[in-house]
């Protein structure tokens, strides 16, 4: 475990729970793969590169996060999420 994988998986969670889960848009999961569910962890690599998409990556899963909820009227805030796979109400 890392520092580095940390940030990673900081973005995957909020991949997973924005984008995949209250938008239910159907992108796909970030840092995870068929063969290595902890991609997050294990694809970090102490490289310049790794941390830089790292750090940019959830800066950008955090934007898409506040974008979307900036579009959510104030009265929804409190209801349950829609199933995964079914499209959101909102």
Known sequence: MSLLGLVRHMARVENNW????????????????????DLDFNGAEPTQECVDDALASLRRE???????FAGVPES???RELPIAGHPATW
């Not at 955090?62 to 979307?68: I, R």
């Open 18 to 37: 924005f984008q995949r889960t209250a938008r239910a848009n159907g992108h796909g999961r970030i840092y995870w793969s068929v063969e290595d569910d």
């Open 62 to 68: 955090v934007a898409a996060a506040e974008e979307w």
């Open 76 to 78: 929804d805030l409190g």
